[in-house]
Structures are given as structure tokens and as C-alpha cells.
């Protein structure tokens, strides 16, 4: 499944190299932001990723 963002890379042109190195920042972000004890629907707010996406990223780290 993939999220709007990344859709929207895709749709854009960008290469695959850089759709995974924007991702990957993007996914390190929402870990970072969870670690601060940010809720989940605040960070997919912020981040503009959708809350499921944001609670399967949460389901695959241990926080802290």
C-alpha cells in the first residue's frame, strides 16, 4: 500500500532512488516524532501521512 505521498513522488517522475530516500527520511521523522510522545493523530497532521499509516509505522517500532 502506498501512502499519497509517496503516490504523488511516483507520479512526479522522481526516480526510485530518491522516492526511497525521501520515504525513509519521512518514516525516520514519524519514529522520531512517537519517541517524543507526540499522538498519533497529531503526527499524521503534521506529517501529512494518514493515521493508518502512522499507527502501522508505531505497531513495527518499540517506543521507548
Known amino acids: 500500500m502506498m501512502c499519497t505521498f509517496t503516490q504523488g513522488l511516483v507520479d512526479q517522475g522522481l526516480i526510485k532512488g530518491e522516492k ?35 499507527k502501522e509505522i508505531r505497531s513495527q517500532i518499540t517506543v521507548d
Open 20 to 54: 526511497l530516500g525521501i520515504e525513509k527520511e519521512k518514516k525516520n521523522t514519524i519514529i522520531r516524532m512517537l519517541k517524543f510522545g507526540l499522538d498519533d493523530n497529531d503526527i499524521s497532521t503534521l506529517s501529512d501521512v494518514p493515521l493508518a499509516t502512522v
